[in-house]
């Protein structure tokens, strides 16, 4: 992005930006679809030697991707890595210990279209997550969607959003309004 009027920024450089103004050292995180675990990595950066993170995603493919990366740069002490719905994240954390959040909705990259988040369990993991929370946590959204997947649970969240209780939460969305063909949608939800 530097100086390249070619690059674009990119919802992911936002949500990236937000987290690394937000994780200290020590804090305890869940990356909701680890994907890849690219954001599971960043987060374990974030959180140091005294955080901890857990990444959950329903595919074995994406949980060696992101277990393999994790060994790669020597975080993998600092990470649980668990083959399971992100809908089920309430039986691995606390309420109110949890500094971030982050999702990532769609499919995994470079893996199977076929394979992707869906409505039902995609809320059911928002409503899971934002009682983890800690006071002034916050959760992070990139909603990616097109082609024959997506619109269904684009518009199902959308829908959602502004249901979260405004007395404890707020929901700031963040749409490209000049990209053409499906921008995905970055959103922050904060508590407190």
């Not at 500094?99 to 990532?104: E, R």
């Not at 959308?158 to 749409?175: C, G, N, Q, R, W």
Request: proline share 6%.
């Amino acid at each position: 992005m530097k100086n390249d009027p070619r690059k674009h920024f990119s919802a992911l450089d936002i949500i990236h930006r937000v987290l690394n103004e937000h994780i200290k050292p020590g804090d305890i995180c869940i990356d909701a679809t680890a994907g890849r675990g690219k954001d599971t990595l960043f987060l374990a950066g974030l959180v140091g030697e005294s955080g901890r993170v857990t990444a959950f995603d329903i595919q074995e493919e994406a949980v060696e991707s992101t277990r393999a990366l994790l060994r790669e740069n020597g975080m993998e002490n600092r990470v649980r890595v668990v083959l399971e719905s992100h809908a089920n994240m309430a039986d691995y954390a606390e309420p109110g210990t949890v500094s971030a959040i982050t999702f990532n909705f769609g499919w995994l990259p470079g893996g199977d279209h076929n394979v992707f988040t869906r409505p039902g369990s995609s809320i059911a993991a928002i409503k899971a997550g934002l009682p983890l929370l800690r006071d002034e946590g916050i959760m992070t959204l990139i909603i990616y969607y097109g082609r024959e997947t997506g619109f269904a649970e684009r518009d199902a969240l959308l829908d959602f959003l502004p249901t979260i209780d405004s007395d404890i939460y707020t929901v700031v969305e963040m749409p490209f309004v000049n990209r053409v063909n499906c921008p995905p949608i970055p959103i922050v939800i904060l508590k407190g």
